[in-house]
């Protein structure tokens, strides 16, 4: 018998591939102990590994012949077992050719030998490797390696496909073909009858190409690439009708694809129906939010047609608001309820009017009032009773949203609870198994309680929630995540890949999710407390809102606005945000969690590599950081910045340019120059207004700033939170509502309280100190670096929290033993 220490230099050689020096100390052992049949099975593998299979089965046979009946089938069995190893061996050091032949050589010495898992691993292993030299674009290399696998198994599908591929790219079509029709008799898929039309389409078979794919789309109605090749070999053919058709049904079922909104207005103009071309560059427009251009291609669209589909009014009057030219959305959309005036569509979207930017509180008031009224006529006009009033519905509020309302500065509850009602009733009629209440599971003492949220937005405001679920005792909860954004794994935010991370379960949602199925979901999980934490930003939050999918529902200060709906029990808040009287505010019930109520994550700012005259600022200049977006702005506060500037002509106001465009823009500058010119001055002399950028570029436009002033109206977050990151003395005025108190808030955890102002007009008097002071200003930047450790990373909220699901679940348990519900 072979010792280990002859195994392991016979091993050594055949890594070495001293193959020759392998077979004399092979036949040297066999010489002083032929008994020994591991020497034998090496011996035999050396010449199998050199290709010469013949000679490596005289070796074999003739030890199996020298033994008995028994023996033959011990030894024979010991032979493959040493075999099978050593084709594993070769394919964990990725030597597949040594594997495969190996493992071929194993039939020569047992015909009717199969190991369909070993067989399987060594097909893997190959069609990795061929796959591998596919994308390298080696391709003649990949057609042995797929070759090698057919041997091995001339039923493997992909191996035939792929194989396909690789002559159809060295252009030998006709081998290709002969490959894609071996593998549709092995699988009659829609993707392998698109790879026969790409192949006989270079063959100029066309006729064949056709009905290719014609039978891929058949199988797959999604098939986009199907859709594509076949129309555009239509248009190749210059039959551009059935090219035509085959991208108007494309377009149904993919009506963001550009390609497909490309080629359309393409065929429309090369055969004379400008409308037509116009109509969907204005849908190519629109999509990319280019709306300037959208409306520049609808309204060429509606001179020559006199008309639209409802579908054009929407996007037409979408396009004007995303723009803020308000009175050119009302114009359109009147227009389309004209000519449709059923459609609850366009009625909704009439009543949610409102501007980006307001002239003046005049504006404000006036476009509240219509918001107001047309409300009363929605909800007094709105019927629900057949299957297409359902599907309206549920486009409607798949669409449209009231996210504009709140930044007009008012109470906002009586119009939110009333909009709420409005949904709450639509959503019964609708899917009314989802609005019934969700009874809770008794939790024991050594059960975990289940939380769920579901988000749009973790990509960005997952910023806020990653503390809550990070830090949450995993001894008393479980975290479940429904994630709406329908990312891959692989396009996950950081934000995303830290939630999924400290989460029990992370669900992503593709596309517009099924209501049923998510509701579904949630129960499968037993989650007893669910939180939505931006109702109001995105329409598909309008119907999940007033539906019940938990028994307890909470929102959040993730948008700081009351959800107005009767289905949501518990708003989140914080503490040192909230007013004396924040409880008038709400629908919900209003929880006061300790300090922020969110723990913030600190990141670093990054290293500094620009200079002011890369931001268009003055090196001299006294800089007022004002980087909250244009529309939280209100009119009533644009002198504040002229009265500060009116101090020093060094004093000099930093904005940032809308998402919106030029036009908001603008229009905030309209404003700016009425009331510096009030005050004798020219704006232009002290705004400097920045194109919106990445997040780095933003924070060194931070740290080379010198003081940053917070809106009125609507307070910082994570804009206060990243000027404190770079030592940025935070100016602030506390509002009426929550919204305003965010800065606020962070100033008092912060222990620096010397810029909080309790007026307007204290507040223009610290942020002139602040510019004219400047030991005083380096003194505050001073104690809020020694005290900025306090914002980040706070377990206190995070235990109020947790205090909070229990005694809301006690609280659950108990009125449903009063109730006699358990």
């Not at 459609?343 to 008031?365: A, F």
């Not at 959503?427 to 969700?438: G, S």
């Not at 003492?445 to 973790?458: A, D, E, F, P």
């Amino acid at each position: 018998m072979a010792t280990s220490e002859q195994i392991e230099q016979i091993e050594a050689l055949i890594t070495q591939e001293s193959y020759d020096q392998v077979i004399v100390l092979l036949e040297d052992h066999i010489e002083h102990n032929p008994e020994g049949l591991t020497y034998y099975w090496y011996l035999g593998l050396i010449y199998v590994l050199r290709e010469n299979e013949e000679l490596a089965q005289e070796i074999w046979l003739s030890v199996l012949f020298q033994g008995t009946l028994e023996e033959v089938e011990e030894w024979t069995a010991e032979l493959i077992n040493f075999l099978e190893s050593k084709v594993k061996e070769n394919m964990v050091k990725n030597r597949l050719g040594n594997a495969k032949i190996i493992y071929e050589s194993i039939n020569m010495i047992r015909p009717e030998y199969k190991n369909l898992q070993l067989l399987s691993n060594l097909i893997n292993f190959l069609y990795q490797l061929a796959t591998t030299y596919g994308i390298k674009e080696e391709y003649e290399k990949a057609i042995i390696v797929y070759s090698d696998i057919l041997n091995l198994d001339s039923y493997h599908g992909p191996s035939w496909y792929s194989l396909s591929l690789c002559f159809y790219y060295l252009e030998d079509y006709l081998e290709a073909e002969n490959s894609i029709k071996k593998v549709l008799r092995i699988d009659p898929s829609a993707n392998n009858f698109y790879g026969l039309g790409m192949i006989v389409e270079k063959q100029k078979n066309y006729i064949l190409a056709i009905k290719a794919y014609g039978q891929a789309i058949n199988l797959d109605h999604y098939f986009l690439n199907a859709y594509l090749s076949l129309a555009n070999l239509h248009c190749n053919q210059e039959d551009f009708n059935k090219a035509i058709i085959i991208y108007e049904k494309a377009l149904k079922l993919f009506p963001q694809n550009v390609l497909i909104l490309q080629k359309l207005s393409s065929i429309y103009k090369l055969i004379g129906d400008e409308a037509k071309s116009y109509f969907h560059l204005g849908n190519l427009s629109y999509i990319k939010h280019n709306y300037q251009l959208s409306i520049e291609n609808f309204e060429k669209y509606y001179l020559l047609e006199k008309t639209g589909d409802i579908e054009f009014y929407l996007k037409l009057t979408q396009s004007y608001l995303n723009i803020d030219e308000t009175a050119k959305a009302i114009y359109s959309v009147e227009k389309g309820l004209s000519d449709f005036p059923d459609s609850l569509i366009l009625k909704r979207l009439n009543q949610s009017i409102l501007p980006i930017l307001y002239k003046n509180q005049e504006e404000i008031i006036d476009y509240r009032q219509r918001f107001t009224s047309l409300l009363d006529h929605l909800i007094k006009e709105t019927k629900i009773e057949t299957k297409k009033d359902k599907q309206e519905a549920i486009k409607t509020l798949g669409l449209i949203t009231n996210f504009r309302l709140p930044y007009q500065g008012l109470n906002d509850l009586y119009l939110k609870r009333k909009y709420a009602k409005y949904v709450c009733t639509i959503a019964k009629k609708i899917c009314p198994d989802l609005c019934k209440i969700k009874s809770l599971n008794n939790v024991t003492v050594n059960q975990k309680i289940h939380i769920g949220y579901i988000s749009l937005r973790l990509h960005a405001l997952g910023r806020l929630y990653l503390g809550w679920i990070k830090y949450c005792n995993k001894e008393k909860f479980e975290v479940y995540v429904y994630d709406l954004s329908g990312k891959s794994d692989n396009q996950l935010s950081r934000y995303q890949k830290d939630i999924k991370k400290y989460s029990n379960g992370y669900q992503v949602i593709f596309d517009v999710p099924n209501l049923h199925d998510l509701s579904e979901k949630i129960a499968s999980d037993k989650i007893q407390i669910l939180i939505i934490p931006e109702i109001g930003i995105d329409p598909v939050f309008e119907i999940i809102s007033c539906l019940r999918l938990a028994p307890i529902q909470c929102t959040t200060w993730a948008h700081p606005v009351t959800s107005g709906s009767p289905t949501i029990d518990y708003f989140l808040s914080s503490n040192l945000m909230e007013p004396v009287n924040g409880d008038e505010h709400y629908s919900e019930k209003l929880v006061r969690l300790p300090n922020l109520g969110f723990p913030l994550q600190y990141s670093p700012p990054p290293q500094l590599d620009k200079k002011r005259s890369d931001f268009h600022s003055r090196e001299e200049a006294i800089i007022y950081l004002c980087s909250q977006s244009l529309f939280k702005y209100l009119p009533q506060h644009d002198y504040i910045f002229a009265a500060i500037a009116s101090q020093s002509k060094l004093f000099q106001f930093v904005f940032l340019d809308p998402a919106q465009g030029k036009t908001v823009t603008e229009k905030f500058q309209e404003r700016l120059d009425k009331v510096f010119r009030d005050y004798g001055l020219h704006y232009q002399d002290y705004c400097v207004f920045l194109p919106r950028s990445d997040e780095p570029t933003y924070l060194q436009l931070n740290q080379l700033s010198d003081i940053f002033l917070d809106c009125l109206s609507w307070s910082g977050g994570f804009t206060t939170k990243d000027a404190i990151t770079c030592d940025l003395p935070v100016v602030t005025c506390p509002g009426e509502f929550m919204r305003g108190r965010h800065s606020y808030a962070i100033l008092k955890m912060l222990g620096v309280t010397e810029t909080i102002a309790e007026t307007e007009t204290e507040y223009i008097e610290i942020a002139v100190r602040l510019g004219l002071d400047h030991e005083w200003r380096q003194s505050i930047c001073d104690k809020m670096a020694k005290n900025k450790h306090r914002l980040f990373d706070d377990q206190e909220c995070v235990r109020g929290l947790e205090t909070f699901f229990e005694e809301a679940v006690r609280k659950y348990s108990k009125m449903k033993k009063i109730n006699g519900d358990l």
